[in-house]
């Protein structure tokens, strides 16, 4: 079946300018994840969704980020007002319910260029 | 929370067994600790799970001792396709606000040499 699929794959953006990432999770997956990994770096949690529910918020870098999920479906990660310290590849991954006995499926990434 | 640290790196032959060690010593009661394999420009892929003692899949083998301070992520007879940055991660729930992290390790690049 299809895997988790992640739009766009490449975005190069101005300094300033707000940026949408959009995640399609793998059907039936009610946990979706968002992830940052800079250029040669590890994989930082950014948050997590249970159905259209983000409880925790607190691992996204600033407030110029935000994310929403509707539907228990697509989410979309919004950074505003971009900087060049957001220039990263942006993962997303999903997996059947919330918690860590559950693997989770990774989507091939957004690179974020902020120039 | 969870730390977790990895070796940087790790060179290998092909045909040797590797094995790769994460550490998390402070591991909560309910986590499960998994490990992901990443190829360069993809996403991370799961090789293998593990709550305790060992567990085997056709790929690997995963080690992890009594105290769970640490897991060991074990590779047989490895191939030139095996090189791959590998990653353990662990889900730590934050028992002030029963939400959860999840935090990936810091990743060994595995090299495997002809």
């Known amino acids: 079946g299809a895997g988790v699929s992640q739009s766009p794959s490449n975005k190069v953006t101005e300094k300033g300018k707000d940026v949408e990432l959009r995640c399609d999770p793998i059907?039936?997956?009610?946990?979706l994840y968002w992830y940052r990994q800079s250029l040669g770096q590890g994989l930082e949690f950014l948050i997590y969704?249970?159905?259209?529910?983000?409880?925790?918020k607190s691992g996204l870098p600033s407030d110029r980020f935000s994310a929403e999920r509707t539907g228990g479906s697509v989410s979309t990660l919004t950074i505003q007002r971009t900087q060049q310290e957001d220039s990263a590849v942006y993962l997303c991954?999903?997996?059947?319910?919330?918690?860590?006995?559950?693997?989770?499926?990774f989507g091939p990434g957004t690179r974020l260029t902020v120039t | 929370l969870a730390k977790t640290t990895q070796p940087i790196s790790m060179d290998s032959y092909e045909g040797q067994e590797v094995n790769i060690t994460c550490s998390h010593n402070?591991?909560?009661?309910?986590?499960?600790i998994t490990w992901y394999q990443q190829f360069p420009s993809q996403g991370p892929r799961f090789i293998i799970q593990?709550?305790?003692t060992k567990v085997t899949n056709e790929v690997a083998s995963l080690f992890i001792p009594a105290d769970r301070k640490s897991s060991t992520l074990s590779l047989p007879r490895v191939s030139l396709s095996d090189t791959a940055v590998y990653y353990c991660?662990?889900?730590?729930?934050?028992?002030?606000?029963?939400?959860?992290?999840?935090?990936f390790g810091t990743g060994t690049r595995l090299k495997v040499l002809a």
């Open positions: 991660l662990v889900g730590a729930l934050l028992l002030t606000s029963g939400t959860y992290k999840y935090i």
């Open positions: 991954a999903s997996s059947p319910s919330q918690g860590s006995n559950y693997e989770q499926y």
């Open positions: 402070n591991i909560a009661t309910n986590d499960y």
């Open positions: 059907s039936g997956h009610t946990a």
């Open positions: 593990g709550y305790k």
């Open positions: 969704f249970q159905g259209n529910s983000a409880p925790d």
